[in-house]
């Protein structure tokens, strides 16, 4: 039990901090982000570059990948979304927009890092036994799931109390009172579309270190992001984190009790998902839609 619990704190700490982008840029622009795994893509092969290849320190690798991500999520939706944003009127163009952005990153990642599988070297040796064995974890696991759950309450504290932050908030709540409030839109749905692809990045860089990285990681990388906010609530900060530790402890849950019956995990989480839905289709702490 306690491995379980041990391996479930630990994927959903990650799951969260991916979800957390996600949710983020759909309360402030309500544009379902489908590049956001090849964004995850991306940071793991920035910090692997740095980390691997030019020999830095890890946490310069990481720094790399957050800033990189953080200028390209601007530079996305500066260009790309707000333009289209102003001139549609329907929800579907950005959709297509974002469903293109994602085959782009696609061909831009296999045309500079390749297909192949690539790692990096343990940012920390050994293996911590708690209990006479009932729990094992390596020590990264541990270092990388600290670092997760030390970015999601860097990332509360920011929200919650910086004036950049509350800003955002204000949008998510009601875009026109805010504007109206003097809140500069482009300005922060910009901010908030960087501040949403730099998480994607970060947690990229953090789990290439464990699991490695490679091109074909995008889309499903979007798919357990999209499942996670739709547990939590679209939109929905504390929602997100939920849904992340949710999905990461139905994935633990699922990987020990049916590991003897084949690969079935994620066919119990899908049809799981399809039942929560249809009984609410907010999600946990999201509003009815409507």
Avoid: C
Wanted: glycine residues 12%.
């Amino acid at each position: 039990m306690e491995q379980v619990l041990a391996n479930g704190a630990y994927l959903g700490a990650q799951y969260a901090l991916i979800a957390l982008g996600l949710t983020l840029i759909f309360a402030l622009m309500n544009v379902l982000n489908f590049a956001h795994g090849q964004m995850y893509v991306i940071g793991g092969f920035v910090t692997y570059t740095v980390y691997a290849q030019l020999g830095l320190p890890f946490v310069v690798g990481l720094a790399a990948s957050a800033v990189t991500l953080a200028i390209v999520g601007a530079l996305i939706e500066k260009f790309l979304f707000r333009p289209v944003i102003k001139k549609s009127v329907r929800e579907e163009s950005t959709m297509l927009l974002a469903a293109g952005i994602a085959f782009f990153l696609d061909a831009i990642i296999l045309l500079v890092f390749g297909e192949k599988q690539r790692g990096v070297p343990k940012i920390i040796n050994g293996i911590f036994n708690y209990n006479d064995y009932t729990m094992v974890m390596p020590y990264d696991k541990i270092l990388v799931g600290f670092l997760a759950i030390a970015s999601i309450v860097i990332f509360i504290l920011y929200m919650q109390y910086s004036k950049t932050g509350r800003a955002m908030r204000a949008l998510a709540q009601d875009k026109v009172a805010a504007q109206l409030m003097g809140v500069d839109v482009d300005k922060y749905s910009m901010i908030g579309f960087a501040l949403g692809a730099m998480l994607a990045g970060v947690v990229g860089g953090l789990l290439v270190t464990v699991t490695g990285i490679n091109l074909g990681m995008g889309g499903p990388t979007s798919i357990k992001a999209f499942m996670m906010v739709m547990i939590g609530g679209a939109g929905v900060i504390s929602g997100a984190i939920a849904g992340g530790f949710i999905l990461g402890m139905m994935e633990a849950v699922g990987l020990s009790v049916l590991a003897a019956y084949g690969d079935i995990t994620y066919l119990a989480i899908f049809v799981s998902l399809m039942v929560f839905l249809a009984i609410r289709p907010q999600g946990l702490m999201g509003k009815p839609w409507g």
